[in-house]
């Protein structure tokens, strides 16, 4: 009981300097983001599109998906992105616990971070045993309990989905493992073919995913052998752990991330700038600032 009003303490005294570190942590995520993005626009507009084969089986042509791996740049810049955003928690954590006047000494330490367990029996190891947020006014630690995933599994929800699950798997897989990305994939698929003597056919293929070299379609050379076949794809790139993350089978790995930005820079970090600021009450509803970056068209073929 000593400890725990050690630890209380009514105002959190915390500078806008110190949050200002993590905020730029997150932006910097949004940073990545975007220079990963235009990077895909380039590969896409480059090397995706659709190509005329000729089948000597079936004596036609086949309008062929041509979807390659991105380029290992892509990937860096995904995990870079991923990276700074898990680490803009663990600056909150460390910014809160070593400007906390009723913190006990030694603390924040080299255990100090931000834990995300999907359990109540993990998350209590994390927080008591090895002492991750130790130092932190009661405020703060009941915010960080209250948006742990386990919550989410408690109630019956998928837990695997939660922003802080998910950017928490990410982390571990891009750090530990490999890169997270799969070959492009598309959503869906525009052909038009045009024969010199005036026949035309357009076609739009509307499909879950359209994979690399998959036959959108077949047709006959023309009478005179001249024939023109002009496509684009709606692509875009999958994420290809499906064994760790089994709720994003082939989701696209840009849409998660712009969520993820979205969830911590505009709804985590907020939360805990109020307490900073003495607001334990949510913000009215106004204008804010807008961490979640602009998720750009991509397409191939003709402009």
Same mark, same amino acid.
């Given at each position: 009981?000593a400890?725990?009003?050690? !630890?209380?303490?009514?105002k959190?005294?915390?500078?806008?300097?110190?949050?200002?570190i993590?905020?730029?942590?997150?932006?910097r995520?949004g940073?990545?983001?975007?220079? %990963?993005?235009?990077?895909?626009c380039?590969?896409?507009?480059n090397?995706?599109g659709?190509?005329?084969?000729?089948s000597?089986k079936?004596q036609q042509?086949? =309008?062929? %998906?041509?979807l390659?791996p991105?380029?290992?740049?892509i990937?860096l810049?995904?995990?870079?992105?991923v990276? $700074?955003?898990?680490? %803009?928690l663990?600056h909150?954590?460390y910014a809160?616990?070593?400007? $906390?006047? %009723?913190? +006990?000494?030694?603390v924040p330490?080299s255990r100090?971070m931000?834990?995300i367990?999907?359990?109540?029996?993990?998350?209590l190891?994390?927080?008591?045993?090895?002492?991750r947020?130790?130092?932190t006014p009661?405020?703060?630690?009941?915010?960080i309990?209250?948006?742990?995933?386990?919550?989410?599994?408690?109630?019956?929800?998928?837990?695997? =989905?939660?922003?802080?699950w998910?950017?928490?798997?990410?982390? $571990?897989?891009?750090?530990h493992?490999?890169?997270?990305?799969?070959s *492009?994939? &598309?959503r869906?698929? /525009?052909?038009s073919?045009?024969?010199?003597?005036?026949?035309?056919?357009?076609l739009?293929?509307?499909?879950?995913?359209?994979y690399d070299r =998959?036959?959108l379609?077949?047709?006959?050379?023309? &009478?005179?052998?001249?024939v023109?076949m002009?496509g684009? !794809?709606?692509?875009?790139?999958?994420l290809?752990?499906?064994?760790?993350?089994?709720?994003?089978?082939?989701?696209?790995?840009?849409?998660?991330?712009?969520q993820l930005l979205?969830?911590?820079? $505009?709804?985590?970090m907020?939360?805990?700038?109020r307490?900073?600021?003495? /607001?334990?009450t949510? +913000?009215?509803? *106004?204008?804010?600032q807008?961490?979640r970056p602009?998720?750009?068209g991509r397409?191939t073929?003709?402009?």
């Amino acid at each position: 009981m000593a400890r725990k009003q050690q !630890l209380k303490s009514d105002k959190i005294k915390v500078s806008e300097t110190e949050l200002a570190i993590a905020r730029q942590k997150a932006m910097r995520a949004g940073k990545h983001f975007e220079v %990963a993005q235009r990077m895909f626009c380039r590969f896409v507009r480059n090397d995706c599109g659709v190509r005329a084969e000729f089948s000597t089986k079936t004596q036609q042509y086949n =309008a062929v %998906a041509h979807l390659p791996p991105p380029p290992p740049v892509i990937g860096l810049l995904v995990g870079d992105c991923v990276h $700074n955003l898990r680490s %803009a928690l663990d600056h909150i954590v460390y910014a809160l616990i070593s400007t $906390n006047p %009723a913190k +006990p000494e030694g603390v924040p330490d080299s255990r100090t971070m931000f834990p995300i367990r999907d359990t109540k029996e993990g998350y209590l190891h994390q927080v008591t045993k090895l002492r991750r947020i130790h130092g932190t006014p009661d405020a703060v630690a009941a915010l960080i309990d209250s948006l742990q995933p386990y919550h989410s599994r408690d109630k019956g929800f998928d837990y695997t =989905a939660h922003p802080l699950w998910v950017l928490d798997r990410l982390e $571990n897989i891009d750090k530990h493992r490999r890169l997270m990305l799969a070959s *492009g994939v &598309a959503r869906h698929a /525009h052909v038009s073919i045009r024969y010199t003597d005036g026949g035309e056919t357009d076609l739009l293929i509307m499909q879950d995913r359209i994979y690399d070299r =998959a036959i959108l379609t077949s047709y006959p050379p023309g &009478a005179d052998g001249k024939v023109q076949m002009d496509g684009y !794809l709606m692509v875009y790139i999958a994420l290809r752990e499906v064994d760790e993350l089994p709720s994003f089978i082939d989701e696209d790995i840009f849409r998660i991330l712009a969520q993820l930005l979205d969830y911590v820079g $505009n709804l985590v970090m907020p939360r805990f700038a109020r307490l900073a600021a003495g /607001h334990a009450t949510p +913000p009215k509803k *106004g204008r804010r600032q807008d961490f979640r970056p602009v998720l750009r068209g991509r397409r191939t073929g003709p402009r």
